[in-house]
């Protein structure tokens, strides 16, 4: 099992049976904010998570997505991702998705208040959006066993402000 260590800030892994102790899968990587859900590959030898970089001259943090090498103890790869994440909570860390063929990461942008999902290949080219949709949120999203589905869970937040005063008699 894979999991993120909120007060050391790295990944851990330990096994399901509880035969060992928690291992970090990606070692010391300063100045970095994994979050949200992660996904495995395919093949079983890559993690894949948003992640925050923080620019130590600037201190401003740049989201990224994460390959951690689940095999060995290689350095952490990362890709751009181009806009502004999305989910239904507003928080950037609704997370990504392997393609079926395990050649990109999918996860979701937010443009102009909507959601889509954008596919990102893992040799660096340039992302797509894969879905159009004009209005709400996404929650989460979801390939079929088979890699021929995607599932798409979708929303909105509604909100209304009641101004309450006490009355004077």
Not at 13 to 23: A, I, N, Q
Not at 44 to 50: I, S
Not at 82 to 93: A, D, E, N, R
Request: hydrophobic share 35%; with cysteine.
């Amino acid at each position: 099992m894979y999991y993120r260590d909120a007060v050391g800030n790295s990944i851990l892994r330990v096994p399901l049976d509880g035969s060992g102790k928690p291992e970090a899968v990606t070692g010391s990587v300063p100045n970095v904010l994994f979050g949200g859900a992660g996904a495995i590959s395919p093949d079983g030898k890559t993690l894949a998570c948003l992640a925050d970089f923080l620019n130590q001259k600037t201190q401003e943090a740049q989201t990224k997505i994460a390959l951690l090498n689940l095999e060995s103890s290689t350095a952490l790869r990362t890709l751009d991702v181009s806009g502004q994440l999305g989910g239904l909570s507003g928080i950037p860390w609704a997370g990504v998705e392997f393609t079926p063929d395990g050649k990109a990461v999918a996860h979701i942008i937010r443009e102009n208040g909507v959601d889509n999902i954008w596919v990102q290949p893992l040799d660096g080219s340039v992302g797509h959006r894969i879905t159009n949709f004009t209005s709400e949120q996404i929650e989460s999203f979801h390939w079929s066993p088979d890699g021929k589905k995607l599932g798409i869970l979708r929303g909105h937040s509604e909100s209304d402000v009641v101004l309450l005063q006490e009355s004077q008699q």
